[in-house]
């Protein structure tokens, strides 16, 4: 028997469901509220129940609308070079700055998807982010902090 | 009352409170369409400006901004599927299809005659039901309120997908569990927070919208790029289309616009209830209303469906001014900003109020639909423009898109926890939305989480931890009624499959 994608996501939501049981018996409640008729843990409680009864729910019960799924076609190999730029841009962005990083990540998105209008790459990212910052730091009073710009004086 | 109103036209027609209105309408415009900035922030950002004014001019050019900010927010739902605030998430279910469609500038007409039509609509309830609408908002109690949620969210599930009921259902429950992530309103004792202390506020719910739809969705396209079902799709994505509606498109935009005015601006009166269950459940009840055939045209760019919800949530906008004027309580997230502003002004909102400040009361309603018609003059004739943002080619659309989505984060809290969480998050829900696990229902599930669990904890302590509550009251009964033939009409239709 194979079982297919959809009810191995319904197991892994059981499995969050469990989780979050555990979870929830250890939220450290006051010692008056132990007993009260509904406490912080009286919710979460439910949830991780109902969730458990609806992820069985869906294993046990015939499977009408299969998802089928070509994994050929799918382009993982972009989708994760995006995801990876988009990590390194939240790692940077309070190292070096809102402007030089997030330049920097859209112009380096636009090379990894193809794209090769080199004065177009440039123009979207590093004016397109100074108008941006513009926008937010000197219409709209949005501190945005930025220690190079800090340093050149661009901004305060 | 006629005196109030005369009152209220002449404050509201002066040039200073018509060029607020203006101004309003396309400042809110512009910051609704940045994805993260919705109404709240553009109201926020414009509290300390009208200090400087009167207090009728200031809430003028708040209810301008609100409305603009709306309007720009369903703009972002349609064209990206990046719905900024929570009462156009339901907009972006068939705007987006549409827009995919190549009918971009057809779905943002239809949201802004809607959204005209709307607020036009519940502008005039405002002014002679107001009074008395209070009065019935007061009826509700929390185990109502409670009943109301529950059938918000099942409904919502049942009317995702075909078949997908009780994917969608875990897709609600999973929501709920995100929203109790941090510290507990009553007891202050923080939940799931693994002792982060960024986790200790709870999750944004921009941080979720945004990484559900918005990033996800961008993921999705790169995800599916090669797939050639989906080229058609991606060629589309480039055309404009007219703004002009057909005969039939009209008809049937005339067909939903009563129906979801009155439930809108019904739902938008009850505090706490706001723009985001008014226009989920107009889209479900127009799903219900309309024909078999229109039936199955939800969600792949009906023209119904985004009637329904864009008519709802700006009757709601609307509505939510009656507690807040009237008892002084905020019908949603932004009316408490703006209760802020009246309090700054040393205005104390409740029923005296168009007894002591008829000018304030009365010319806040009539901007109201001032507002609504600059809001249509300003609006149709950038359409075109704004829907050029679809013309932008995939490789500059998609990295804007996830810059736009996490500068939104990034400017709520300033630091890159929210940033990883917001990545992580879109990691999942497109692999979800791959197997198509339903966002929505998520999304309102967050939504509704806090206010849920806080009504459910009153209603259980008020009847001594019985379950009583459920059909003491003869409202509560029947809205679970309600919830019950939904979920028994689910279990039936996939028996009879």
Redesign the interface.
């Known amino acids: 028997m194979r079982i297919s ?2 009810k191995i ?2 197991l892994l ?1 059981f499995v ?2 469990v989780l ?1 049981l555990q ?2 018996k250890q ?4 010692s008056f ?1 132990e007993n ?5 843990k ?3 409680t439910f ?1 991780s129940y ?2 458990m009864f ?2 069985i ?2 294993v046990l ?1 015939p499977e ?2 299969l ?1 089928k ?2 994994h050929k ?4 190999k ?2 994760s070079l ?2 990876i730029i ?2 390194i ?3 940077l ?2 190292k070096v700055g ?1 402007f030089i990083s ?1 330049s920097l ?2 112009f380096f ?2 090379y990894f ?3 090769r209008r080199w004065i ?1 790459m440039f123009v ?1 990212s590093f004016p397109f982010v100074a108008l ?1 910052m513009f926008l ?1 730091h000197g219409l ?3 501190y ?2 930025d220690p190079l710009l800090k340093i050149l004086g661009i901004i305060g | 009352m006629i005196e109030g109103i005369l009152i209220g036209l002449q404050t509201a027609l002066s040039i200073k409170n018509i060029l607020m209105v203006m101004m309003g309408c396309f400042f809110g415009t512009i ?1 609704g369409m940045l994805p993260g900035l919705g109404p709240m922030t553009a109201i926020a ?1 414009m509290i300390p400006i009208t200090y400087g004014f009167e207090p009728a001019t200031g809430l003028i050019l708040m209810a301008g901004v609100y409305y603009g900010a709306v309007f720009g927010g369903s703009t972002s739902s349609i064209l990206i599927n990046a719905p900024g605030v929570p009462g156009t998430v339901a907009t972006a279910f068939d705007g987006y299809p549409m827009a995919q469609k190549g009918k971009a500038g057809k779905a943002l007409a239809i949201a802004a005659y809607s959204s005209f039509a709307g607020g036009t609509i519940s502008a005039i309830f405002l002014l002679f039901a107001a009074p008395s609408l209070s009065k019935i908002s007061l009826s509700f109690r929390s185990p109502d309120y409670f009943a109301l949620m529950v059938l918000g969210l099942t409904a919502v599930s049942a009317f995702s997908s ?3 009921f ?2 969608a ?2 897709m609600v ?2 929501g ?2 995100l929203a ?1 992530v941090g510290q ?1 309103s ?2 202050d ?1 923080t ?2 927070t693994f002792n982060n202390m960024n986790l200790t506020d709870g999750i944004s719910f921009v941080l979720i919208v945004m990484a559900t739809f918005a990033m996800s969705e ?2 999705t396209i ?7 079902s989906r080229a058609t799709e991606q060629i589309s994505l480039s055309e404009l289309g007219s703004i002009k509606l057909d005969k039939d498109e009209r008809k049937k935009m005339i067909k939903s616009i009563p129906r979801s005015s009155v439930l809108g601006f019904l739902i938008g009166v009850l505090p706490g209830a706001g723009a985001t269950i008014a226009s989920f459940l107009a889209y479900g009840m127009e799903r219900n209303f309309v024909n078999e055939e229109e039936k199955q045209k939800f969600g792949k760019g009906s023209v119904h469906g985004l009637t329904a919800p864009e008519t709802a949530n700006n009757a709601a906008c609307s509505g939510s001014f009656v507690p807040l004027l009237t008892l002084g309580i905020p019908g949603s997230g932004t009316t408490a900003v703006m209760l802020g502003a009246l309090l700054g002004f040393g205005i104390q909102p409740g029923p005296r109020l168009y007894m002591t400040n008829p000018e304030i009361f009365w010319s806040v309603i009539m901007s109201m639909y001032i507002g609504m018609v600059v809001l249509l003059i300003l609006n149709l004739p950038l359409i075109p423009y704004i829907a050029r943002v679809l013309a932008t ?4 659309l ?3 898109i ?2 736009f989505s ?2 939104g984060i ?2 709520m809290s ?3 926890f929210d ?2 969480l917001m ?1 992580g998050i879109a ?1 999942v829900a ?1 692999f ?1 939305r ?4 339903p966002m929505p229902p998520l999304i309102l599930a967050f939504v509704l989480g806090g206010l ?2 806080e009504n ?2 009153r209603s ?2 008020i ?3 019985s379950f009583n509550f459920l059909w003491d009251r003869p409202l509560t009964a029947i809205i679970l009624a309600l919830t019950i033939i939904i979920v028994s009409w689910q279990i039936y239709k ?1 028996f009879k ?1």
Not at chain 1, 36 to 40: G, K, L, R, S, V
Not at chain 2, 434 to 437: E, G, I, R, S, V
């Open positions: 994608i959809d996501i319904s939501f969050l469901s979050y979870q929830t939220i450290q409640v006051f509220d009260a008729p509904f406490n912080a009286t919710f979460p949830l109902l969730g609806l992820s729910l869906y019960l009408k609308n998802t799924i070509n076609v799918l382009d993982y972009n989708t995006l995801i988009a990590i841009y939240a790692f962005i309070l809102f997030t990540f859209l998105s636009y998807l193809g794209e177009w979207l941006f937010l709209l009073d949005i945005l902090r | 910051i950002l075909k078949g997908q009780l994917k259902m875990m429950i999973l709920l569990m109790t507990d009553l007891s004792i939940r799931f961008a993921l790169i995800l599916k790029g090669k797939d050639p080619p995939k490789n500059f998609i990295p804007l996830l810059f996490i500068t990034y400017l300033f630091n890159n940033i990883f990545i990691v497109t979800l791959l197997y198509n696990f849920m669990e459910l904890r259980l302590l009847s001594d931890g996939s499959n």
